[in-house]
């Protein structure tokens, strides 16, 4: 007489398990959103971050104002971290941002620029410092700094 009452305690136990085990590995739960959730907003971050200093590095409107755009000479008014609220450093070299203030005859103005600086690069530009440029030859706003001729200390 045990014997039909253990069995089914067995088969009770051995279906609770194939019923329920099956079923919570292959669906799709509410504790997978969070995790999918930061992860795609892990990475929209970054996008954000990082989409600037490349797009400056290897800029085509870069590209043309160096080729077509007019040579003047700026004075470095200004450097510093181009990343909101801290370094932001791509291939270990930092991003910065570079205020300028640009000869351009009797009529100097301010511009800032920002470029992703090897330590080379950043030791040969220092505030008051003059450096070769090129400005757009449309937007006096957008300038390009010549890095080849910058003549180190």
């Given at each position: 007489?045990?014997?039909?009452?253990?069995?089914?305690?067995?088969?009770r136990?051995?279906?609770?398990?194939?019923?329920?085990?099956?079923?919570?590995?292959?669906?799709?739960?509410?504790?997978?959103?969070?995790?999918?959730?930061?992860a795609?907003?892990?990475?929209?971050?970054?996008?954000?971050?990082?989409?600037?200093?490349f797009?400056?590095?290897?800029?085509?409107?870069?590209?043309?104002?160096?080729?077509?755009?007019r040579?003047?000479?700026?004075?470095?008014?200004?450097?510093?971290y181009?990343?909101?609220?801290?370094?932001?450093?791509?291939?270990?070299?930092?991003?910065?941002k570079?205020?300028?203030?640009?000869?351009?005859g009797?009529?100097?103005?301010?511009?800032?620029t920002?470029?992703?600086?090897?330590?080379?690069?950043?030791?040969?530009?220092k505030?008051?410092?003059v450096?070769?440029?090129k400005?757009?030859?449309?937007?006096?706003?957008?300038?390009a700094?010549?890095?080849?001729?910058?003549?180190?200390?």
């Open positions: 007489m045990n014997s039909p009452i253990l069995d089914c305690k067995i088969y136990q051995m279906d609770n398990l194939t019923l329920f085990s099956p079923v919570k590995q292959s669906s799709f739960t509410n504790d997978m959103i969070l995790p999918i959730a930061l795609v907003f892990i990475v929209v971050i970054l996008i954000i971050i990082f989409s600037k200093p797009k400056s590095l290897i800029s085509k409107e870069r590209k043309f104002i160096l080729s077509q755009g040579a003047d000479q700026a004075t470095v008014v200004s450097i510093d181009a990343g909101d609220g801290g370094r932001v450093m791509i291939n270990n070299q930092p991003w910065m570079i205020e300028l203030e640009i000869h351009n009797a009529n100097p103005y301010l511009v800032s920002d470029a992703v600086l090897s330590y080379s690069q950043l030791n040969a530009i505030e008051g410092k450096v070769p440029v400005i757009h030859p449309q937007d006096l706003m957008k300038v700094i010549e890095w080849g001729k910058i003549q180190t200390d």
